[in-house]
């Protein structure tokens, strides 16, 4: 065999035991778990909520439609937070979607079999619950500069 058969052989099976051991210890933990998810999953669900409670307590809901504003006049600093806050609800739903969507339901019967279905979903879908979670970490940064140019 050449060198680089045997390397990319090695690498094959490299791969193999790493998605191995990553399927049976997530597995393993959303068995454990009460909540039936995985704790980074949960730790970054909760990120979500806490930052929708931020918003809503800078934000106030206007009575005759459902648009969030800060201020009564419309400066382009408070026109950037409407949009964060936007921006900040629609990623926080879609992450808490994506999460409970890979999470086992306490109710359900064969729970180590859900376990390990949901632990392959999960699997499939971490780069877009990471990318969520850095796009809400940007928006929590952005809130962070908005609200120290209010200060200001």
Not at 41 to 47: F, I
């Amino acid at each position: 065999m050449d060198p680089i058969t045997i390397l990319s052989v090695a690498c094959a099976a490299g791969q193999f035991v790493s998605f191995g051991f990553d399927l049976v210890k997530g597995s393993v933990e959303r068995y454990r778990s009460i909540e039936g998810a995985e704790k980074r999953h949960l730790a970054m669900t909760e990120d979500a909520k806490r930052l929708s409670d931020l918003i809503n307590a800078l934000s106030r809901e206007s009575s005759q439609s459902a648009t969030f504003t800060l201020y009564q006049s419309k400066s382009p600093l408070a026109l950037k937070l409407d949009f964060i806050t936007y921006e900040c609800y629609a990623v926080a739903d879609e992450l808490r979607e994506l999460v409970s969507s890979t999470s086992v339901q306490p109710s359900e019967k064969r729970r180590m079999l859900q376990s390990i279905k949901m632990t392959i979903r999960s699997v499939r879908k971490d780069s877009a619950i990471t990318n969520l979670h850095n796009r809400l970490r940007t928006l929590r940064e952005n809130v962070d500069t908005c609200m120290m140019m209010v200060l200001w």
